[in-house]
């Protein structure tokens, strides 16, 4: 069955640093989503992606975070200068069209800020 | 803005035993329910997609319900087993286009051998 892949599955950073967190979709999924779900919290929505340009992000999604699909099959999630409270597990989504035919989501990426 | 609620956080149970997780929502101007299991610090697995027009789904021992306009949703689990100990996640996708998620808190469900 197709998966949607995140490398890495784990990654350390320091405070202040860039981290870029990878994706590959599902290869004939038009949409694209990154959720992410602090450690004891519920799983909260940052972005959606859709012919290569943002369609909806929330309000976490500030200047801070970007998203880009740089080639045919990845997807990234950049956080800038990254601040202990974005610790959390990052999960990548997507769906063939819309979320009307649902979502199928990556395993995970931990993000640690030490 | 559209709030997602579960009930029981917590729930125990003997092998075989038949469950039913409950998830209610604020909003009724749903796109569609789905409902996920989470495994220990693992990705999301969908179990079943209701869309706003229907009533229940089944897959296997799963069968979810959807009252739109009470804005409630169940996860009826039967003959319950070791393996399905998990959290269970409900979520909804919200407007017209169903782009985002709203999730509850989650059911963490152990079934006892």
């Known amino acids: 069955e197709p998966e949607v892949t995140q490398t890495p599955s784990h990654q350390v950073t320091q405070m202040g640093q860039e981290v870029i967190l990878r994706c590959v979709p599902i290869?004939?999924?038009?949409?694209f989503y990154w959720y992410r779900q602090i450690l004891g919290q519920k799983v909260e929505f940052l972005v959606s992606?859709?012919?290569?340009?943002?369609?909806?992000k929330s309000e976490i999604f500030d200047d801070q975070f970007s998203v880009e699909r740089p080639d045919g099959s990845n997807f990234t999630l950049k956080i800038r200068s990254t601040k202990l409270e974005d610790s959390a597990m990052y999960f990548c989504a997507s769906s063939p069209r819309f979320s009307g035919d649902g979502y199928t989501f990556g395993s995970g990426t931990r993000l640690t800020v030490v | 803005k559209q709030e997602v609620t579960q009930i029981p956080a917590a729930l125990s149970v003997p092998e075989g035993e038949n469950l039913v997780l409950n998830c209610s929502f604020t909003d009724s101007a749903i796109y569609n329910l789905q409902w996920f299991r989470q495994d220990p610090g693992k990705g999301l697995t969908s179990l079943l997609l209701?869309?706003?027009?229907?009533r229940e789904q089944t897959s296997g021992r799963l069968n979810a319900s959807l009252d739109k306009s009470s804005g409630r949703s169940t996860l009826y689990i039967a003959a319950s087993q070791p393996g399905d100990s998990a959290t269970y996640l409900c979520a909804v996708a919200e407007g017209t286009s169903g782009s985002r998620l709203t999730f509850g808190e989650g059911t963490q469900l152990t079934v006892n051998p």
């Open positions: 209701i869309q706003s027009s229907q």
């Open positions: 290869s004939n999924h038009l949409y």
């Open positions: 992606f859709y012919n290569n340009e943002i369609s909806e």
